[in-house]
């Protein structure tokens, strides 16, 4: 019995003594798990996802620091590990595929399959991925001049045997403009107004008053889960994962999901990202270019 009570104390030593170093870790600004600057407003690590908090990140219930898993919902302290990208989570949705990993993170995205608003972005979503396709195939414009294409390695190999015989290439005619399919400013106008639909239909996307920072999380990222769904059945091109980004009103990143986001606070709206290799600058829309931060993507707007 003293032993056991002496294995009992050691223990309850042991998490003493790690509670207070995580503490004067966080106080100091750095992640007690991986070393990485953090900010006091942060509820997981934004390099390594870990959990800063004494609380449920999942659920948002209380916890006691030798709780093994949540009392409110069941999940475990330690986070869940993604089956697909082997990290470890500490909220609802992988924060690197938004796949779900909870029963809570299941159900939001059952009833996101069932709201209209989902089918009809995911539609809008596809008619922009046909755009973009029917863009990067359009001709250009009169006057605008063609991207001169060099030959190709064979062609000059056969340049070369050619004129090792005396043959002389004749002078290549100027090509005349053709015009292909439609009008290449007409589809940017439709592009274009198609991302200020898309991105009307998102905005109208609005989880239950009274949702918690959680529910809210669970309700927004398991709408892109179920959309994503929708957009791969109907349109067989080469769909990007980034064609919606979580705009954080905190931080203002745009997020691929708002999971992501390491901040305690809760707040944003999906947006729709454009292409920026396909239209012009000036274009309205999510523009983006592309940070590492840990092993993951943050997008940020382009001033």
């Known amino acids: ?16 003594a790690v509670k207070t170093e995580t503490k004067t870790k966080e106080a100091s600004g750095v992640c007690p798990h991986c070393g990485a600057p953090i900010e006091k407003h942060f509820e997981i690590c934004p ?9 449920c990140t999942f659920c948002g219930a209380p916890m006691r620091p030798d709780d093994i898993d949540c009392p409110e919902c069941g999940m475990p302290s330690d986070g869940v590990i993604c089956p697909d990208c082997n990290i470890r989570n500490f909220r609802s949705f992988c924060r690197q595929c938004g796949q779900p990993l909870s029963r809570a993170a299941r159900r939001a995205v059952e009833k996101a399959r069932q709201d209209p608003k989902v089918q009809e972005a995911a539609r809008l979503m596809t008619k922009l991925a046909e755009l973009e396709a029917e863009l990067e195939t359009s001709a250009p414009e ?10 190709t390695e064979g062609e000059l190999r056969l340049r070369e045997l050619m004129a ?6 004749a002078e290549k005619p100027k090509a005349t403009q053709r015009k292909i399919g439609r009008n290449r400013e007409d589809i940017l106008a439709e592009y274009q107004k198609t991302i200020d639909e898309t991105n009307k239909v998102l905005e109208e996307m609005l989880p239950p008053a009274g949702s918690t ?9 398991a709408r892109k889960v179920a ?8 349109w067989y091109g080469i769909i990007r994962d980034d064609v919606m980004c979580w705009e954080c009103n905190k931080c203002h990143v745009l997020h691929d999901n708002p999971n992501q986001c390491a901040v305690r606070e809760f707040g944003g ?15 309205e829309g999510a523009q983006k270019f592309t940070e590492k931060i840990g092993e993951r993507k943050v997008y940020k707007r382009e001033e």
């Open 269 to 283: 709206k999906w947006i729709k990202c454009v292409r920026t290799d396909i239209v012009p600058e000036g274009t």
């Open 142 to 151: 009169e006057g605008e001049a063609e991207e001169p294409k060099g030959p």
């Open 227 to 234: 959309m994503m769904e929708v957009i791969e059945k109907t």
């Open 1 to 16: 019995m003293e032993d056991s009570g002496f294995r009992t104390r050691e223990r309850t030593a042991e998490k003493s």
């Open 47 to 55: 390099v390594c996802g870990w959990k800063l908090v004494d609380y």
């Open 164 to 169: 090792k015989v005396g043959f002389t290439t």
């Open 213 to 221: 920072p959680q529910e809210q999380r669970n309700y927004y990222t």
